[in-house]
């Protein structure tokens, strides 16, 4: 096998049919169900698939931070949604400009402090900022925790100078879409009693996308990995092998022992991420090879002694476990179409940390 | 607290004069037990601080890609050791470019295969290849199986045009200096009797730094970690808290729930490696707070619901727990002395894949 031959290893190979029908086929789904499509761009963070979701038909983007922002920004993309309560001068600083340059810029919060920094920063503003109120309907990291908690902080976001409270966002925990249902349907009476409009109903995640239109109530839908897929969605049923556009091309580098091979990916490539699976990614065309650990540059694969399935210098291609930690760890990754290399693509927003 | 206050969140600030004490210490026992000191500078990354740790004594550098290799060579570094099989023709032409510009390169191997695609790369050279045998005494990963091996493959080594067998070379697993000792012993014996010497034996590791002389056959010490140090070693006992170099500074952005916090240091800046311990790292001054979980850019901080010890905004400092690899997700860490932010430093050879 001499895949990819052009190419050294360990490096990150997208497969671009798979890319393209990944973007049409959720697209389509969400078309179908009068669902708005905001694709999450850390998972790729390469300005050219952005563009490329809204022309199929996304809405806009989301972001988690501003530097990824302010990327898709240079690339011309008007419609954007940051995830995160951003806070402290810089940051509100940078959130300003990067609203003075586009159509749209949506936020979230999830306090009244944060609420009030935006306020400081947008008050003097052409236009106020759009913000959603951030729900935490189980997954148990950030948002307000109940809906008349939502309603409240929704109440104070709107009365503040700069702001404009425009409805709720959530991340929900997997198998949520009754909790997000459940949880926005009070949060929207309770705000309606405060004489305030939810038209934006903001949920995502990969995991239950197919599940989306079980909470009508949701008119957005944020999604990041379903433009490459990876082990973890496909363990749980969310794509095929074929769905996952981005593999890990990696190389035997050491034979040491029977039922031992060594690869020149480790968890600087593929990360430790297990994302509750068992091992660090799946060896294609080798299901019964385990990736056992990982150390910094090599990852240590097992299997049955009795076999010898590898050879030094052999190529393996890698589904990782979390496609979204992998790209980034990544300057470029290599594009490829039927099997053969077209041109590196740079993943311009990339460690973007701020 | 608004330590650091002009450095935006999440980074990574590198203390200076643990940095430089890091390096005096060990050097210290390195000469005083005559082990030359190569450290591996896959931690940093950092050319400057290469170039410290060899003007503080240490004999040259360790790398583990030729990309790292190179970066230290512009760098001026001229005594490199590469401790990984180098193959394939696009590894092995840069790999020969590179030796022609130092003073001293040498490379591993652990096996025929391997020895055959250098030997073909360096046949025509103006000197040969210095090439170390790699034994696996017992960590699991590469290396050849037995001294018997070892000396045969040695031998194979030293017979093949343009290589030159200089000696062996192991990552030892934890606490295994008896485990190198004896094999070595019986490697040098076994080579002896093809009368070829092992004027080099290169040991490592960080988490058995201090216990580098009980393997008195060992002539050399590749150590990385040690430069910064991390919640590993601390645990393992092999540095204290205040000799932890480098930190991620991160903010406090929501408190959503009584107990838990949630900081803007995710999977993509602490890393997912758990590295035999148990959560994501250790709050400095915390040490009743958890980091209990990651997503992408959010850090789930957990404590006694009873107490509130923190604020929106608030800065945290967190020890990770591997440094080695968090290291390698920021393209700048922020150099500090004395508690001053005095300037970034690139980390030139951050995400070399190759």
Chains 1, 2 share one sequence.
Not at 250 to 259: D, F, N, Q, R
Not at 308 to 315: A, S, V, Y
Request: hydrophobic residues 40%; contains cysteine; negative net charge.
């Amino acid at each position: 096998m001499t895949e990819f031959a052009e190419l050294d290893t360990p490096c990150a190979i997208v497969d671009l049919d798979c890319v393209e029908r990944n973007i049409r086929t959720f697209q389509e789904y969400c078309d179908e169900h009068d669902i708005a499509l905001r694709p999450h761009i850390k998972t790729h963070k390469i300005p050219d698939f952005a563009l490329q979701q809204i022309a199929v038909g996304a809405k806009g983007i989301t972001c988690q931070k501003i530097g990824e922002a302010e990327i898709m920004t240079d690339a011309g993309i008007g419609d954007i949604l940051i995830t995160y309560n951003i806070i402290g001068a810089r940051k509100l600083a940078r959130l300003r400009t990067l609203a003075d340059r586009i159509d749209l810029l949506r936020v979230v919060v999830d306090s009244e402090t944060v609420a009030r920094g935006l306020s400081g920063a947008f008050a003097d503003g052409q236009k106020p900022l759009e913000v959603l109120v951030e729900c935490d309907t189980g997954a148990g990291r950030c948002g307000v925790q109940s809906p008349t908690e939502t309603a409240n902080l929704a109440r104070v976001v709107d009365a503040l100078p700069g702001l404009k409270f425009v409805g709720l966002m959530t991340y929900p925990p997997n198998g949520g879409m009754t909790k997000v249902e459940t949880f926005f349907r009070d949060a929207m009476a309770k705000c309606a009693n405060f004489d305030l409009e939810c038209p934006v109903r903001s949920s995502g995640g990969t995991p239950d996308m197919w599940q989306a239109h079980k909470a009508p109530v949701v008119t957005e839908y944020r999604i990041g990995t379903y433009i490459y897929n990876d082990k973890s969605v496909m363990a749980r049923g969310g794509c095929l092998e074929e769905d996952c556009a981005l593999r890990v091309l990696t190389e035997i580098v050491s034979l040491p022992a029977p039922g031992r091979a060594i690869i020149d990916a480790g968890s600087k490539a593929l990360t430790s991420d297990l994302f509750g699976l068992e091992h660090f990614g799946y060896v294609v065309g080798h299901g019964d090879v385990t990736v056992k650990s990982l150390s910094e540059e090599h990852g240590i694969l097992t299997f049955d002694p009795a076999t010898q399935p590898f050879e030094i210098g052999q190529r393996l291609q890698i589904i990782p476990n979390h496609v979204c930690v992998v790209s980034n760890m990544f300057d470029y990754v290599q594009l490829c179409r039927n099997g053969i290399f077209e041109n590196p693509a740079f993943v311009a927003a990339r460690g973007k940390m701020v």
